[in-house]
């Protein structure tokens, strides 16, 4: 039990590799775009935090070392659209590592997701490139034309499952009369599940977050779902869309903004898992997964402090 | 009754090392008697205590040299035979690396004893008497923390409990472990006269249950229904006081109490021991058993020497190598760093480490990644308290409950970023205490000022009443006065008129 990890960076580096069984099965189903999309992501990460650790004067091969900016863009390369004009990664990650990490004091002392952060500002900044995904494989050149020239993605592109039956249901459609599955994207999220559990086994990440997470998620759409099975999306369907795997196991986990007591991160991770549900249902983006992590960022603190163990002897 | 405790030591935090150094063949080696000792007078707790010898004197082996004179000290007594030559300030092993004074004394070689005799019949003396004696034989605490044994005998509370703490408090300390094979005997003895002593029902004996020698050679001979031996598992922290406690009773002392003021006391294994010498031979602690080990050493063993020599005395009998060494007294998680090895042999010294000198690790910034809630032994939350005790913010960390780490580095271990957290943790608590020190010297400035104010105002509005009151007082006699006059002014007009009346 003792001396787990040799380094911080060793948790990073594994929980950088546990990523790459999803992002193994989004290649195998929309292609080449995100190795192009991850790539500038963490050109853009290593450059920006080293030119910021230049300004504030820190040593910087040590804290590019720790892994943290390389695995918050891959989170946020993972995040976006893989067939996002080349800007958007490289607008997102800047805006992540600077206003969501740098400026804060560098790692461990930020308050928000830096990825989360950049995502949503991405979001609603240009919800027009946030929101065009790529519907087919799409090979290297294809890729590379669509990311660096510009061309108009909308040959290649397609709605998520999520927007697609959120437009359709306000349109008047009825639950069992759409198309709620996606062979495509339940294999991404089963790809981040199994990703998970290695770092479950590991220990790089505890329990409480992701099982508190998906039963927030699975009560909420159940509750709703059982008022009213027309309207509103099944609990299997909310598990297995979008990006409630990478959410549940790998940013809902990050460790600095997250709760970090035991009792606490149950409350954390229910509350995060309700909000995704309620802003996927009511709100006006699709995924709600950056908002609900950014609003549950703030309370981090209050349930810290309201949900410490009991200690020896008190 | 023997019972073997189940684990559930993984609630209990706590964290499994391996031992550093592990060695096939315990044994007990003798060290050879050293040309000189230095006893040093400062002891735990109390003020240093005062010399009854002066350089030059002749002593023998086991002669009182200074004398217990408050009820925290024990007496000290010359390790050997021979002439005092000095007594002076010296370098001892303690955190602070001040020098304190000490009694030196140059070895004749003989090793002659001053005459002794103990209570060999223990039973038919008063247990006051047998505490008087510990306390006269120098016996304190021998498993490092070196608490007076006496001073837990003599609380108001009765005890129920003795609990023999034999769980070699660090891997790699094995000087408990060899005493118990060796001095199985005397061990039983000890606790019999503790158990006296003390009036408890029962004595506990906890033991690691990787030490199954000692364990079968004290189970072979303890005989006394009173004692029962316990095994728990070997994992780091289980051996500290309360925590121990917690395991073997289920209960909990609270930061702020003592185990004594629960009905139970706690003594460690060697201590016994001790009192079994002293009380059954008369001999008084002059002699302590101290493991040797590290990897700068080529044959780390257990040694007994006689206290006062110095470190280099035993660690060249384990054949040190050449290397840069980091020298260290105590275990490798609470032990202290030692600078030099002209230090003596104290007491509380039950281990030496002779490391190779280590690079230095990268600290890395705290992620809050929880590893080390996960084996902090009471239940605190090292990422929290870490965050307040870097930014000085002392109150809010002791909202955090600073007060009740016991600093065992047990989140330093675990820690992937490297962070000595323990050190934040004893800073801050020091913080604490200057602050709340200089804010009570505050608080009574403040209120001595309020008082003065309150008195000064007081003076005033009494002086400004009185007055009131004399000019009322004042005008009432004038009032008087004004009858007084008329009453005159009317003796005077009847005098006149009776005077005209004459005329007439």
Redesign the interface.
């Known amino acids: ?11 990073m580096r594994q929980a950088i590799y546990a990523l790459a069984l999803g992002i193994g099965a989004a290649y195998i189903f929309f292609g080449w775009g995100i190795v192009l999309q991850i790539v500038l992501a963490v050109i853009t990460a290593i450059t920006v935090e080293s030119v910021f650790l230049k300004i504030r004067k820190m040593p910087i091969t ?1 804290a590019i070392g ?1 892994g ?1 900016a390389v695995l918050t863009a891959v989170l946020l390369a993972i995040s976006i659209p893989s067939i996002a004009p080349w800007w958007v990664a490289v607008v997102g990650v800047s805006f992540a590592i600077i206003f969501g990490k740098q400026l804060y004091g ?4 930020n308050p928000f997701n830096p990825a989360m952060l950049g995502y949503a500002f991405l979001l609603i900044s240009y919800p027009l490139q946030m929101t065009t995904w790529a519907g087919d494989f799409i090979s290297f050149a294809q890729a590379l034309d669509v990311v660096f020239n510009l061309s108009p993605a909308d040959a290649l592109s397609g709605a998520t499952r999520l927007d697609e039956v959120k437009t359709q249901l306000s349109l008047g459609g009825v639950i069992s009369e759409l198309t709620l599955h996606s062979t495509a994207q339940a294999w991404v999220n089963m790809g981040f599940l199994l990703g998970g559990l290695y770092l479950l086994a590991r ?2 990440i ?1 329990w409480q977050i992701p099982a508190a997470f998906l039963s927030g998620i699975v009560i909420t759409a159940f509750l709703l779902s059982f008022g009213d099975s027309e309207h509103y999306l099944p609990a299997q369907n909310h598990l297995m869309l979008g990006g409630t795997m990478l959410g549940a196991f790998f940013i809902a986990t990050d ?2 903004t ?1 709760s ?3 009792k606490g991160r149950l409350i954390y991770g229910f509350l995060l898992g309700m909000l995704i549900v309620i802003i996927r249902t009511f709100g006006n983006y699709p995924d709600g997964i950056a908002f609900a992590v950014l609003l549950m960022n703030i309370t981090v603190p209050l349930i ?2 309201y949900t ?7 | 009754m023997f019972k073997k405790l189940r684990s559930p030591a993984s609630q209990l935090g706590g ?4 031992n550093p150094c592990p060695v096939d063949n315990v044994e007990i080696i003798q060290a050879p008697l050293p040309d000189k000792v230095v006893l040093p007078l400062q002891q735990r707790m109390g003020d240093e205590v005062i010399p009854c010898v002066k350089v030059g004197d002749k002593v023998l082996t086991g002669q009182v040299i200074a004398q217990a004179q408050d009820a925290f000290c024990v007496s000290i007594h010359a390790s050997i035979s021979g002439t005092v030559v000095a007594i002076d300030a010296q370098t001892i092993p303690h955190q602070s690396r001040l020098k304190s004074k000490c009694i030196t004394i140059k070895s004749d070689g003989k090793d002659e004893w001053v005459e002794h005799k103990g209570y060999a019949d223990f039973l038919h003396e008063l247990p006051q008497t047998l505490v008087d004696y510990i306390q006269q034989s120098g016996i304190v605490g021998l498993g490092g923390a070196g608490f007076p044994t006496h001073a837990k005998f003599n609380t108001i509370k009765p005890c129920h409990t003795l609990i023999i703490n034999a769980t070699e408090c660090e891997p790699g300390i094995m000087c408990d472990d060899a005493l118990m094979r060796h001095y199985a005997c005397e061990v039983i003895r000890g606790v019999e006269i503790l158990l006296y002593i003390s009036g408890a029902n029962q004595a506990i004996i906890a033991i690691e249950d990787d030490k199954q020698k000692a364990y079968q050679s004290l189970l072979t001979l303890t005989h006394n229904d009173k004692i029962n031996i316990v095994q728990i598992p070997t994992k780091y922290t289980s051996g500290a006081e ?2 121990l406690i ?1 395991s073997l009773l289920d209960v ?4 702020n ?1 003592f185990a004594v003021d629960e009905g139970i006391i706690c003594q460690n294994i060697a201590t016994t021991k001790a009192i079994s010498d002293a009380v059954i031979k008369g001999k008084p602690l002059i002699s302590r058993i101290v493991t040797v080990t590290g990897d700068g050493v080529a044959q780390p063993n257990n040694f007994e020497v006689r206290l006062g020599a110095s470190f280099a005395h035993i660690v060249a009998l384990a054949r040190p190598d050449s290397h840069p060494h980091n020298n260290r007294m105590g275990g490798i998680m609470m032990g202290i760093d030692v600078k030099t090895l002209e230090v003596p042999i104290c007491k509380v010294s039950n281990c030496i480490f002779i490391n190779h000198t280590k690079a230095k690790v ?1 600290i ?8 080390c ?1 996960q ?1 902090c ?5 090292p ?2 308290l870490y965050w307040y005790a870097k930014s000085e913010n002392t109150d809010k960390a002791m ?3 600073l007060d ?1 780490c016991i600093e065992c580095r047990c989140c330093d ?2 820690c ?3 962070i000595p957290l323990t050190q934040y943790f004893s800073f801050a608590k020091a913080l604490h205490r200057q602050k709340t020190q200089g804010q009570q010297k505050v608080d009574i400035a403040r209120e001595r000022f309020e008082f003065r104010e309150y008195r000064l105002e007081r003076n005033k509005t009494e002086r400004t009443k009185m007055m009131a009151r004399k000019k009322e007082e004042l005008k009432q006699k004038m009032a008087n006065d004004k009858t007084q006059k008329s009453k005159i002014a009317q003796a005077m007009a009847r005098v006149k008129q009776e005077k005209n009346g004459n005329k007439i």
Request: positive net charge.
């Open positions: 039990m003792a001396t787990k990890f040799d380094s911080t960076s060793q948790m040590s720790d943290s560098g790692l461990g002392n220990r790089v505890f460790p600095v997250a970090t007591t035991p810290d402090y410490q163990p009991k200690v020896f002897g008190k | 964290i499994v090392i391996a309360k925590l917690r909990e002392i609270p930061a109490k990268n890395q910034e705290c992620i809050r990644c929880g590893q809630n084996v032994p009471v239940g605190l939350l990422q929290q909202d955090y409950n009740s271990v675990v992937p970023s490297h």
